[in-house]
Nanobody, 124 residues
Framework: QVKLVESGGGSVQAGGSLRLSCSVS????????VGWFLHAPGKVREGIAP???????SYADSVLGRFTIYQDSAKTTLYLQMNGVKPEDTAMYYC??????????????????WGQGTQVTVSS
């Protein structure tokens, strides 16, 4: 069983920065995909950015140019660097993982493993 634990959330003013971390308890299969999602009240869980086995990344339009997803060299920790945050970024942030992605990375139903989430609140 893969266990994911997020940290790094908190309150920040608009325009500021925050870095989220997600520890991965054990190795995933060779064709894995891990990513970050946000879930704002009253809205569907939204994919922000994935990273796959060869390090390829993608970004939702809403965060492109502001957020960066990356892993440490051991691939045991996933990060989300958030720069230039906006009030609309306020949400619970989750990391998620799947051993073999078979559909869109944006679809939360594709992922088998989830962390407990970390809250990010951006004030104007």
């Amino acid at each position: 069983q893969v266990k994911l634990v997020e940290s790094g959330g908190g309150s920040v003013q608009a325009g500021g920065s925050l870095r989220l971390s997600c520890s991965v308890s054990r190795s995933l299969h060779n064709n894995y995909c891990v990513g970050w999602f946000l879930h704002a009240p009253g809205k569907v869980r939204e994919g922000i950015a994935p990273i796959d086995t060869d390090g390829s990344t993608s970004y939702a339009d809403s965060v492109l140019g502001r957020f960066t997803i990356y892993q440490d060299s051991a691939k045991t920790t996933l990060y989300l660097q958030m720069n230039g945050v906006k009030p609309e970024d306020t949400a619970m942030y989750y990391c998620a993982a799947v051993n073999s992605l078979r559909g869109s990375w944006r679809d939360f139903k594709q992922y088998d493993y989830w962390g407990q989430g970390t809250q990010v609140t951006v004030s104007s």
